[in-house]
Nanobody, 122 residues
């Protein structure tokens, strides 16, 4: 069965960096995309970044462009989110997701991890 497991969240001061990891297992698909979403208290879950596993093409939300980078390690079946220059507004639960198109829409992602908390202090 498909499993997505996030790790790497924690508490960091504004201006600091974190790298989130999403380890995958049980994948049987030939073509798919991985994405990161986040959800802050009282807000909707929002798109952060996505990457095509097959081609490496990426799309990043304007709110984090220039600060966050999505990447994948094919050998480790793992996707990463490198977060630099963190701001308090980045505080959220970050979720890893798998879908079948390079999309920013939650509905296009069929499998989700459990989430990892990122807290940025001022």
């Amino acid at each position: 069965q498909v499993q997505l497991v996030e790790s790497g969240g924690g508490l960091v001061q504004a201006g600091g960096s974190l790298r989130l990891s999403c380890a995958t297992s049980g994948l049987t698909f030939s073509t798919y995309s991985m994405a990161w979403f986040r959800q802050a208290p009282g807000k909707e879950r929002e798109f952060v970044a996505t990457i095509s596993w097959n081609s490496g093409r990426t799309y990043v939300a304007d709110s984090v462009k220039g600060r966050f980078t999505i990447s994948r390690d094919i050998a480790k079946n793992t996707v990463y989110l490198q977060m630099n220059s963190l701001k308090p507004d980045d505080t959220a639960v970050y979720y890893c997701a798998l879908g079948f198109g390079l999309s920013s829409a939650r509905s296009d992602y069929k499998y989700w991890g459990q989430g990892t908390q990122v807290t940025v202090s001022s």
